[in-house]
C-alpha cells in the first residue's frame, strides 16, 4: 500500500499518528499525577492504540500495528476489569516505551530506515508479562484465541462467542459505510475495511468496485456510502461493535439480507432500530470531534508559498497603479479603487503573516516528558512551572527552540536541582521547581528557563574552563557575566561525571548555536544557592522584520531596527581620529568606533563628509558601532528573503543576511547587524 | 524582441532528446551554446541590483517575479569588454544543481539539435585555459562553442582571490 499510495497517504499515517501519540502523552503523564488511570483515560488510551493499529495496519507498518496492539488488549483488560488491581507506574513506564517504539519507528519510516523488528518483540512480551501478570493468566489466552494481526477488537467474551458462532450457520450482510466527513482517501480506508473483513467474512464484494484504482472514487463513497455485501458468521451485533471501533467511520447501516443458508430472515424489524441507536450514538461522538477540530494543519511550504504570492501581489499592485501609461491622467475614480484595493492587500498581508504564528504550548508541553524521566532515574524531585505558553512566535522559530528548550530543562536537572536531603538542609522546598516563562517585549520573544537549584558554582566554571584551555583572558578580569558565558563554549560541561542526560560536553553549546541560528540571543543568570536563569531573547519572527531604509551611494540597504539604538547627525567637533586614522566619535561620554559603509563596500558615493550624510548607533551582543550611510530612507516592515544559494557561495560577500523586495519591485539587501559591530573596519 | 521570450520548461520533447538540444546565443562574434535542459526561461533584461563583495562578473541579483537570483555576465566571464545593455541583452535563467542563475548573453540566436557525433573535444592549450568550453561543435558552416555550465558557477577563482587578501593581511 505505502509504495501505492506514496507520500500523501504516509504522511497523513505519519501525521495522525503523531498527534495520537502526543495527546496519549498528555493523557499519561496527567494519570501518573493522579496515580490511577481514570476511566476516561483508560477509553481514551484505549481508543489511541486502537486507532494508532488500524493505521499502521493499513499502512502494513506490522511491528508497530503489533504494538499497538499489545498495548491495546492490555487496556482492553483493564477496562473489562475494573476491580483489578495493577502497578500503575509500571503501566506508564510500559505504555511510553510502546511510545517511544511508535515515535522511533515512525521516524525510521521518514528516512526509509529499517524497521526495529527485535525492539517491538521485547517490548511485546514486556506487555505480556505485565498482562499476564495483573490478569493472573486470563489476559494472555485471550490473544491468543484473537490473533494478533485481526483489526477485529471483540470482547475478551469473544473466544467464546466465537467458537460458538463458528459452528453456527452463516448470515449475509449488506453493510453500508459513511465515512467521518473530511477524513480523506474514502477509497483507501474502505479498501482497508475489506481487508480487514477478510478475517471474519467470506464472499466479499463491494461497490463502487474500483476503489482502489479509481480516485474518483471517493466522490461516490462519500455521497452514497461504502457498499459492502458478504456473509459472515458473526452476529448482527458483533458486527455492529467492530464497525464502531474502525478509525473514521462515521455512521453504518447494516442489513441481514438472509441467512446464508437460505433461512428467513429472523430479525427483519429490528436491524432498522438498531441502525438508529447507532448512528445515534456516533452523532454524538462526531459532534465532540468537530468541536475539538476547529484547526487544520497546513504544511509550512505552502504558507511560504501563499506569503511570496502576496509578496508578488504588493508589487503587481503597485506596478499597476504607478503605471507609467496612466501618468498625467485624472482619474478620481481610478485612485479611490485603487486605494481600496490596497488597503485590502495591506491586510491580507498581516494575515498571512499572522497565519505562520503558532504558539509555543505544544513545544513546552514536551518538556513534561524530560523531567518525568529524569526525576525518576536521578532520584530528584522536580515539579515544572509553564507560564505564557499561548505566546505565538513563527514557525519556523518554534523548531529551533524544540532542543535548545528541552536542553536547558535537562541541565537544570541534571545540574541545578539538588538531592531531596541537599534541598531540604539547604533550607529550601524538598521538590525542586523549573519554571519555563514566555512573554512577548517589542518585536521580540523572551523565553526563559529558570530553576531553585544550586546555581553556577564561577570558581568550578573557571577551574574547568582553564583546564579545558577555553580561557581566553585572565580570570580575574573576567566578569560574572563573561564566566557564565563559558558554559555555552563547545566541549564544556561541568559534571565530573557522564550521565545519559548530559555531561558529554554537546549541548549547551547547541543551546547557543540554536538560538543565534534563528537572530536570537542568550543571557544568564545565577545566584549561588538560589538558582539560575538562562533568558533567550528571539525575534517574533525571521520571516519578517522591522527594517530602516538606508542609502549608500545609489544602492539601498535595510538596516533591521531591533539593532539601531538611534541616528544623528554627527556634530563635526565630536569626531576626531586616532593615530592609524581610525575615525572616532565621542557621545555622552561614551567613545564610539565609525564604520563607513560606502568605504567598507567600495560604494562610489558623493556622500563622504561624515556632516553631510548621517551616523546609525547600532547595537548586538552588547557591542556598539556608529555606522556612517548618506541618508535615511524610511521604516517598513520587510519580508526577508535568503540570499540565492549561489551568492551565499562567494566568501567575499559578507555582512548580508539576506534581502526582501520593495513595493516597486527593486530589491534592498539587509545588513547583518553582527557583522556591523563586530567586522574589521576598512 | 518578446519572441524569444518563451518558456522552454512546458518543451514536450522527452529527456533523451533534450540532451542533444542546445540553446545558442551569441558573445562578440562567437556563437555559444548550452544544453537545453539546463535552461528554464530566457527573459529580457531586468533592474540588477549590485551585491557588495561580489566579483565583477557576477552583477549582482534581479528579481524574477519575486524569486531573487543572481546573474552573471559572460562577456566579462569570458575575459571580454564591457558593453552597454541593449535591446537584444537578454538573460538566460539556468537551473545547475538546482540552483537558479542567469547568464546575460549579447542576444540569444535559436534552439539546435546537435548530434553528439559532431561535437569534439576543444583542444589543450594551456592548463585551465578553457575552462568554460566542454566541446565544439560545427553546424551549418558555424562554430558553436558548448558550455560546461559546472565550471561556469565554479567560483574557485575568487576563492583563491579570498585566501591571497587573508594572507597578505
Partial sequence: MAEHYGDSLLEMFLFETSQNTEQLERIILDTEKAGKFSEEAINEIFRIMHTIKGSAAMMSFSNISTVAHKAEDLFYFIRENPSVEYDCSNITDIILSCMDYINSEMEKIKNNEEADIEGGEALIQRVERCLHEISGGK??????????????????????????????????????????EGCGMENIRAFSIVRDMEDFADHIRFQPEDIVENNDTVFEIRKNGFKIFF??????????????????VGSINLIETAKAERNQTQKGAKPEVK?????????????????????????????????????????????????????????????????????????????????????????????????????????????????????????????HLSDPLLHLVRNCIDHGIESEEERIAAGKPPVGTITIEAYNAGSNVYVVVRDDGRGIDKNKVLEKAKRQNLLKKPESEMTDKEIYNLIFLPGFSTNETVSEYSGRGVGMDVVLKNILAIGGSLTV?????????????????????????????????????????????????????????????????????????????????????????????????????????????????????????????IKTVEGLSGCTLLGDGSISLIIDAGWLVNTDIK | MSDVSKTFSGAEASEDSLSSKFLTFKIDNECYAIEISFVIEIINMLPITPVPGLPAYVKGIVNLRGRIIPVMDLRIRFNKSEIAYNERTCIVVASIDGMDIGFIVDSVAEVLTIPESDIVNP??????????????????????????NQSLIDFRDIDDIASAIQNEN
Avoid at chain 1, 456473509?231 to 473514521?248: G, L, V
Avoid at chain 1, 504558539?359 to 518538556?367: E, G
Fill in chain 1, 139 to 180: 489476559g494472555v489466552s485471550r490473544n491468543k484465541n484473537t490473533g494478533t494481526e485481526s483489526k477485529s477488537a471483540e470482547k475478551a467474551a469473544d473466544g467464546e462467542k466465537v467458537s460458538k458462532d463458528e459452528k453456527s450457520e452463516k448470515h449475509s450482510y449488506q453493510l453500508t459505510v459513511f465515512f467521518e
Fill in chain 1, 275 to 399: 441502525n438508529g441507536q447507532k448512528n445515534g450514538n456516533k452523532a454524538d461522538k462526531n459532534d465532540e470531534h468537530q468541536s475539538v477540530q476547529s484547526l487544520i494543519s497546513v504544511s509550512v511550504s505552502k504558507l511560504d508559498k501563499l506569503m511570496d504570492m502576496v509578496g508578488e501581489l504588493v508589487i503587481a499592485e503597485s506596478m499597476v497603479v504607478e503605471n507609467p501609461d496612466l501618468s498625467g491622467l485624472e482619474l478620481p475614480n481610478f485612485q479611490r479603487e485603487a486605494q481600496q484595493l490596497h488597503k485590502i492587500i495591506n491586510e491580507m498581508q498581516d494575515l498571512v503573516m499572522s497565519l505562520r504564528l503558532v504558539p509555543l504550548a505544544s513545544t513546552f508541553q514536551k518538556t513534561h516528558r524530560i523531567v518525568r524521566d529524569m526525576t525518576k532515574k536521578l532520584g530528584k524531585e522536580a515539579e515544572i512551572r509553564i507560564i505564557g505558553e499561548e505566546t505565538e512566535v513563527d514557525k519556523n522559530i518554534i523548531e
Fill in chain 2, 123 to 148: 583542444p589543450a592549450i594551456k592548463k585551465d585555459s578553457n575552462r568554460f568550453v566542454k566541446g565544439i561543435a560545427k553546424v551549418k558552416d558555424e562554430i558553436k562553442l558548448i558550455l560546461d
Fill in chain 1, 231 to 248: 456473509d459472515s458468521a458473526k452476529t448482527y451485533q458483533d458486527i455492529i461493535e467492530i464497525f464502531e471501533k474502525t478509525p473514521f
Fill in chain 1, 525 to 649: 543568570e545565577s545566584e549561588e544557592g538560589k538558582g539560575m536563569a538562562v533568558i533567550m531573547k528571539i525575534p517574533l519572527t525571521v520571516a519578517i522584520i522591522e527594517g530602516m531604509g538606508i542609502l549608500v551611494g545609489n544602492r539601498r540597504f535595510t538596516i533591521p531596527i531591533s539593532a539601531m539604538k538611534e541616528s544623528f547627525k554627527p556634530d563635526p567637533k565630536d569626531i576626531f581620529t586616532d593615530i592609524y586614522g581610525n575615525e572616532m566619535i565621542m557621545l555622552r561620554g561614551e567613545c564610539y568606533a565609525i564604520m563607513r559603509l560606502h568605504k567598507q563596500w567600495g560604494i562610489e558615493t558623493e556622500v563622504t563628509n561624515l556632516s553631510d550624510g548621517i551616523l546609525i548607533l547600532v547595537e548586538q551582543d552588547d557591542k556598539r558601532r556608529c555606522i556612517f550611510a548618506d541618508k535615511l530612507i524610511g521604516e517598513h516592515q520587510v519580508v526577508v528573503k535568503t540570499l540565492p544559494e549561489l551568492i551565499k557561495r
